[in-house]
């Protein structure tokens, strides 16, 4: 049971708790789990679960150059993904033309990454921190820039999510009643992009779609309301953030493998729920 | 015909919020007015000097092959194309896009079964769907213009359902309660028939009739096959190659009218009570690829 042992535990975790940069990522992983719990029902609604893993992948390559050019890393990353979502949120409507573009440009961009990490000296850890995440990155710079694409993308939503939602459910009939579903497309895709960027450093470029998908995916399971399906969304996001960082401490471990355990065991048990009131409904 | 039926009160709560057509005064100006209006793309004219008055309570069909123009007149009165040349007034105002004079019904497409979403959400952005910003002081009007639309329709009982899990044809009445919720002057129907079996057809027409008879709504119903709404058309606009005719059914569903609109011998025969065009490229019969820019991608997937 000695591996048990090792992912979990909670030696030293009351001591953590007091300093100063444990308290930062705790606090970067709430406002990350608002934020991706707010967006993750209208990438769900809208099906751009793919276009989310592309733009992560991109963030990744930018945050590979940034690291190989000596700049500030997270910049790097905020770049790569919002020019990916740029050039995601104006590709075509069809889902599989679409999809194969974002392959394309996904796969690439991740062997470009690759070679800049094969290509940058530095220390390792700062490497593998890319790709699987670390909280110990995030100081107080990091949490205000943070802060401040979190109050963004929620003002963005205050203002547009009507529309939005109205033009992820029923496009055709969205631009019939006048919603601008050419200008939304990409300001959404920008949101993700920002979201993203500030995802991988905390949770790593493979893993972002654990954060901004999986928790709309779950809660779509449950309920029908988009309302109920936003809250839950971001209810699963904390759980599996700030819970999956409290987890990670006591072993030292990256914070990437038990947030998306809390989160997949969400939706996990979200799927169950649906079926057995599917059951119940079908007996009664 | 300006007849004397006040817009319904019982079916739709109190009038009077902002926005909405006159709320006691019954309507006189036609529903939709259109002058000398042109409309081309380059040198390729799709119709000119189309003048077209629709009363309240008038039920007119569109008709015309693939590419004569039927797709490009619904978005002009839905205001999301101007027109070339010529004017348009709906319900007296200029044509804009996102008017509540307007409710649109579109084509029958299913919906993601993973959505979150529910059927009165869905009648709800036929009210504000379109609008930025939040509205939490029009919440109460808001929910009680939904819940008269689905009534109205007899969908309050799966209201609450997923609507990924709805039938087309339980779908389909949410979206003619989605084009009701606003108390248009004007139902722009594109299509609503096609891949609905015979009776929801029967329901869904059914539907739309009642609402231009106690609301006096106009009806503009875009379609390629008129027989199922045949005993409703006041009015058929046919539009064939930049050339158009309009008139009662028996005015302009004739041999004569068609193959001088056409050019070629067209023949239409009455069968069975159904009128039957031969010989037109384009049949009246409905073709699953029509307008396939219409149908959005989760459909096609």
Redesign the interface.
């Known amino acids: 049971m000695s591996y048990l042992d090792r992912i979990i535990n909670f030696e030293g975790v009351g001591t953590l708790l007091q300093l100063p940069f444990v308290q930062n990522a705790l606090l970067a992983a709430a406002i990350l789990g608002l934020i991706a719990g707010l967006l993750a029902p209208l990438i769900v609604a809208r099906g751009m679960a793919f276009a989310v893993h592309g733009t992560s992948e991109l963030a990744f390559t930018g945050g590979a150059a940034a690291l190989l050019l000596g700049i500030d890393v997270s910049s790097g990353a905020i770049g790569g993904a919002v020019a990916a979502s740029l050039l995601f949120g104006m590709l075509g409507k069809r889902q599989r033309e679409r999809d194969s573009v974002i392959g394309v440009v996904l796969a690439f961009g991740l062997g470009l990454g690759v070679l800049m990490l094969a290509l940058y000296e530095g220390r390792s850890a700062n490497r593998f921190g890319l790709l699987t995440g670390s909280i110990v990155s995030i100081d107080s710079t990091n949490l205000l820039v943070l802060a401040v694409t979190a109050a963004l993308v929620i003002g963005t939503l205050c203002v547009t999510y009507r529309p939005l939602l109205f033009s992820s459910a029923d496009p055709s009939v969205a631009a019939a009643h006048g919603v601008p579903v050419r200008v939304l497309g990409p300001v959404f895709a920008v949101l993700i992009g920002l979201t993203t960027a500030l995802a991988v450093p905390v949770v790593g470029a493979i893993l972002v779609l654990a954060v901004l998908v999986t928790p709309g995916a779950a809660a779509a399971q449950v309920t029908s309301s988009p309302f109920k399906a936003t809250m839950m969304a971001i209810l699963i996001a904390e759980a599996g953030l700030v819970g999956g960082t409290l987890l990670s401490l006591g072993p030292g471990l990256p914070v990437s493998g038990y947030a998306t355990t809390v989160i997949f065991l969400a939706y996990v048990g979200c799927r169950l729920v649906a079926r057995f009131r599917r059951r119940m409904s079908s007996d009664a | 015909m300006p007849s004397a039926l006040p817009p319904d009160g019982r079916l739709l709560g109190p009038a009077g919020t902002a926005g909405e057509p006159d709320g006691d005064v019954p309507r006189e100006v036609p529903a939709i007015r259109l002058r000398d209006a042109r409309m081309s793309f380059g040198d390729r004219l799709l119709w000119d000097n189309l003048d077209l008055d629709v009363a309240a309570g008038e039920f007119v069909a569109v008709l015309g092959p693939n590419g004569s123009g039927k797709t490009t007149l619904l978005k002009v009165l ?3 194309l101007p027109l070339s040349a010529g004017s348009l007034l709906i319900d007296g105002e200029p044509a ?4 509540p004079r307007i409710g ?1 019904i ?1 084509q029958q ?1 299913s ?2 079964p ?5 059927g009165r ?2 009648v709800g ?2 009210w ?8 939490f002081r029009r919440r109460a009007v808001r929910r009680r213009r939904v819940h008269a639309a689905l009534a109205a329709v007899e969908a309050t009982d799966y209201a ?4 990924g899990r709805l039938s087309g044809g339980e779908l389909q009445r949410l ?1 003619v309660a ?1 084009a009701l919720v606003g108390d248009p002057a004007v139902l722009l129907c594109d299509e609503p028939f096609l891949g609905l079996d015979l009776a929801h057809q029967r329901t869904i027409s059914r539907l739309i009739d009642d609402r231009r008879r106690t609301t006096s709504s106009a009806v503009v119903f875009v379609t390629h096959e008129i027989n199922p709404v045949l005993h409703l058309v006041d009015r058929v606009v046919y539009l064939v190659n930049g050339r158009f005719r309009i008139g009662t059914p028996a005015e302009v569903m004739t041999s004569e009218v068609l193959s001088d609109l056409y050019g070629t011998d067209v023949d239409v025969v009455t069968v069975r009570g159904r009128l039957v065009v031969v010989g037109a490229e384009d049949d009246a019969v409905p073709r699953p690829g029509h307008a396939v820019h ?5 459909a096609v ?1």
């Open positions: 839905l205001g999301l804009r896009r996102g008017s649109y579109p497409t919906a993601d993973e959505l979150a979403l529910r959400d869905l952005f036929g504000d769907g379109h609008r930025m910003g939040m509205s609450d359902v997923a609507v979206r989605q219409h149908v959005p991608d989760r997937r």
